[in-house]
C-alpha cells in the first residue's frame, strides 16, 4: 500500500516500480475479443504515474496462456524491460 492509501499488487518501492495483475474484472467485453479497461484501472494507473511510479500491467489473456515458468519468466522480462 502506498502512503496515499492505494494498494498494489507487486511493487519494488526503491525503484518506484509496480506490477498490477489485471484480471477479468478489471476489463469491459467489447465486440469479440476487444477488451477494454475499466476507468478504475485507468484512474489508479493515472494517479500512480503522477506519483513517479511505474506502472506495468499484466493483463490475464496474456498471462493465462503461459502454461510453464520459462514462457512466464520470459514474458515478464519483456514487459520490465520494455
Known amino acids: 500500500v502506498t502512503q496515499q492509501g492505494l494498494s498494489l499488487d507487486m511493487a519494488q518501492p526503491e525503484n518506484m ?3 498490477e495483475v489485471d484480471g477479468p474484472k478489471h476489463y469491459l ?3 469479440g475479443t476487444q477488451r477494454v479497461k475499466i476507468g478504475r484501472t485507468n484512474f489508479k ?3 500512480l504515474r503522477q506519483l513517479g511510479w511505474t506502472v506495468i500491467h499484466v493483463p490475464y489473456f496474456e498471462w493465462d496462456p503461459l ?5 512466464q519468466d ?3 522480462e519483456s514487459k520490465i524491460l520494455r
Not at 502454461?67 to 514462457?71: F, G, H, L, R, V
Open 17 to 19: 516500480t509496480v506490477i
Open 45 to 47: 494507473s493515472r494517479i
Open 74 to 76: 520470459s514474458y515478464l
Open 67 to 71: 502454461i510453464n515458468a520459462a514462457d
Open 29 to 31: 467485453q467489447c465486440k
